[in-house]
Every structure is written in structure tokens, then in C-alpha cells.
């Protein structure tokens, strides 16, 4: 009787479900990363994070669009995100300083994992962590293959 | 401990605060003592139950069903052991009185001996009469020790019942929804503050941790390296005893007091035409308390809170002076946890860059509410 009020969280899940992270996570691995992940909303021009920060989380675009672009440069963007994509991936493997900043183009929606939250994961539910961290292996391989071929793509 | 602010401490105003704050903490401790204690249960309890309820997720049990079992599980190995005990202490009941008595006459006893034999040695002891004296005074205390003390002590025990209670069933909450209040508190934060906001919450679960865990793993080193030596000596009951005075020494200072006393106690009346051993059972204290002073302290609570030695005894001092032993035994970790909210508040608050993007969030949210007002 009450099914419309689960729309909303498996809608969430079929949207992490098509991220390349999540892409090997069964629907009971997708509940638990969707229980550790915090949504945030920006509004066009709002600053996500800045170049030179210490970076600890890890941004999935819900909705809207996020622009990569060096500090005080956003007339010169590096990447663009849309809905379905991420960024900030390093802050999962270490609390280095941004390479960029990031801002909303429009109101965007984002989902928000916590390096500390991950590495829980990984600790808690060992299955699960090592399989996003393929993923994020992966997907930072071929961002290097990309950047040795000289085709980039999105930072940082 | 680590503020997740710029890598600089923070400055004195931030200290005069972070001081300020535990001292009203303090203050505050007397009157919510009831819910403070089975809370801080609670947490030592998710922190010590945690482990196993870790297994059983990596076993393939969803964290619901895992924090429910293990809090089963202790709540029946615990009601089990109420039970054994209330059934033993039952059968002994009129022994305990008679007990009491007989162990602080054994005290008495042993101070007596040891008094007059520094009489005989030092004239001027004699002269003041402190053996006679002590002993009087001794006497007099320990025939109305179990009216005026130990039963007033068991009462407010038995009153503290359905606080303890409450402890188990707070824990089972924190290890089923700690994650959900997590996010609970993450909500309420605006944007620009937000990543810095969750480290610093990250933190404090780390230091919390971090010197319950610590806490736990000293009692255990404890309860080992006294119940060992109290083995090697012969005393009756070495480990309960080891459990007894390594739990009271969670207390500083006055814990550490009692603990000896009770096994001096012991060993004096058990050992009554030995007191050699009452005396080997003090060295035997004084040098678990070196070891654990200058050994166990530091590889388990001490790196925890990394707190000034200076600044920690004269917070025990002002802990005892406002709220007693429960301040005693509550100061280092609120101040511990003051530290870092402090730090860290002091080093998001000063951060001009992110009040400038809070300020330009705000300027924008209020654009946007305000687009077809015009």
C-alpha cells in the first residue's frame, strides 16, 4: 500500500547502479553504499570544493552539471560532469590536496562518500569495498592510459 | 588527535574555551549524572561489542540483524551471570556483613603491627602514640562501617539498577543507527563547511574510540599482570581481585587507592601471621601501577587523547573539585572530546575562505528565492 514511498530509494540505487563504481555491486551492496552516502545540493556558481583543499570525499553527480576548472579560471574548464558521473575520486585513497575546483554549472544534486566511510566499508564489508576498489582501479587506469595517449578526462 | 583544521593547534582564545567548555560540562555532570553514566556504558559497550558484530557482517549478516544478535547474546551471557552471582551472594548473604568487619580488622591489624614495630624502632612515633591512636580510631570505624558506609554504598547501587539497564539498549542502537545519526548531523551543515564538518566528526569517533578501546585493553593488561603476581603469591581469589582493582583504577588517583587497599586488605586478613605478604602484595601493586603508569598507559589510552600531562592533572583536580569521583573518572575524556570540537571549530570558524563561499551560497540562495520577486 505504501510502495510509492520506496520510489525515491530505488530510483537512487538504479542511479548508483549505472555508475562504473558501483557497476559489480549486488542491490543488497547498493542499499548499504547508498546507506553511507550524504546528499547535497548546489546552486549555480556555489563552490564544491577548492583547489588546494584537502580532499576527503568523493562527489556523484545526481543531477545538474559540475564544472572542473583550475582556481579562478571557470572560463577555462578542465572537465564537465553530468548526471551519472563522478569526481574526486583520489580523496578515497588519500586526503592529498585538490588538483582543481569544482563548482555547480546549475543546480545540481550530489552524493557525497567520505574516504573514512570507504575505508569502514572496506573494513566492514570486505566483498563489497574490494569490488569498488577494482572499479576505482580501473577507471583511474584508463584515465592514465587516456592522459599517455593524450585524450584527458575529467579531473581531479 | 588531529582537529582536520590547517595543522596548527588552536590559538588561546580557542584553548580558553575548550577549558571553559569542560568546566561547564563539568558542572553539568551532577545533575545529569543519570543519563551521562548508562550513556557512557553504552558507548564502551558498542565499542567492546563492535568486533564481533564486524565478524558477523563479514560473514554476510546485514548490520541490523548482526547489532541485534550480539546484544542478545551479551544480554544473555549478563542476566545469566546476575543470576549465578545473586544465587551465590544469596547463600552467603549473613556472611557479608561479618566479612566486611572481618577483612578491615585484618587492615587494622596489620597497621597496628606495622605501627608498633616503627614505635619500637623511631622513639618519637612512641612518643606521639600513633599506633594506639590509629588503632582506636580503626576500631571505632570498622564497627559501624557496614551501617554508616557499605549499606548506603549498596542502596544507591541497587538505585543506579534501571540506569545500568539502560545501557545495553542504547548500545544496541548506536551499533544498529550510529551511521543514520551520522548523516542526521551531516544534514544540518551547510554546504561550504560540510567535508571539514565530517572530518571533524570522523575524528571525534576516532578519539572516542580510541580511549574507550584504550580503557578496555588496560583493564585487561591489568587484570593480567596483577592476577599473575597475586598467583605467584598464593592469595585467594588473585584474579577476581586483579578484575576488582583493575576496574576501580579507571578512577584516577582515589581508584588506584582503593584497589590497593583491597588487596592489601586481603592478604591480611587471609595471611594474618604473615605480614610479609600483605607487604610483598603492596610492591606488587605499586609495580603493576609503574608498568601501568609507564607502560600500558601509554601504548593504550595515553596516544589516544595526546593531552599535556600539565593540562590533564590540573583538569583531574578541577574534575574532582566540581563534580567529584564522577568527575574524576569523566574529565580526561570530555576534555579530550572538547579538544577536538575546539580545534576544529577554531580552525573552521578562522577559515576566511570558507565563510567567503558560505557568504556567496547565501547571497545565491537568496537570489534564487527571491528571482521572480522583482
Known sequence: ????????????????????????????????????????????GEVIFDQGEAGNALYIVRTGRVLICRQGHPEQPIAEHEAGSFFGELALLDSGPRAAQARAVETSRVAVLFGSDFLSLLESES???????????????????GTLTGRSEGMP | MTAGGNGHGPGPVAWIGILAATCLLLAALNHILWLVVPALMALVLSYALYPPMQRLMYAGLPRARAAALVTTVFLVVLVAAALVLMAWAGARAEDWQSGV????????????????AAEARWPIIARAHVAESVTTWLNEFSATVVERHVQPLLVSLIAWLP??????????????DGRRFHGFIARAVPNAYFERTLALLHDMH?????????????????????????????????????FLAAILAWVPYIGSIAGCLLVVLVAATDFPNDPAMAYWAVALFLLVRALDDFVFLPATVGRSLNLHPLVSVLMLFVGGAMAGVPGLALVLPILGVATVVGAALSAILTDRRLRA???????????AASADLA
Do not use: C
Open chain 2, 163 to 176: 540506569a545500568a539497564l539502560l545501557g545495553p539498549f542504547l548500545a544496541f542502537f548506536i551499533l544498529r
Open chain 2, 206 to 242: 576516532g578519539t572516542g574510540r580510541a580511549y574507550f578501546t584504550g580503557l578496555i585493553k588496560l583493564a585487561a593488561l591489568d587484570t593480567v599482570a596483577l592476577g599473575a603476581g597475586l598467583w605467584v603469591l598464593g592469595l585467594p581469589g588473585a584474579w577476581v581481585l586483579a
Open chain 1, 1 to 44: 500500500m505504501l510502495g510509492f514511498l520506496r520510489t525515491t530509494p530505488d530510483r537512487r540505487l538504479e542511479e548508483l547502479k549505472r555508475l562504473v563504481l558501483f557497476a559489480a555491486l549486488s542491490a543488497r551492496e547498493l542499499q548499504i553504499v547508498q546507506g553511507v552516502l550524504h546528499e547535497r545540493e548546489y546552486l549555480p
Open chain 2, 101 to 116: 568487619e572481618r577483612y578491615l580488622q585484618g587492615g587494622a591489624l596489620l597497621l597496628e603491627r606495622t605501627l608498633s
Open chain 1, 127 to 145: 566483498h563489497l569495498g574490494n569490488r569498488i576498489l577494482l572499479q576505482l582501479a580501473r577507471h583511474l587506469g584508463r584515465r592514465l592510459r
Open chain 2, 357 to 367: 563561499r558560505h557568504g556567496h551560497a547565501l547571497r545565491l540562495r537568496a537570489a
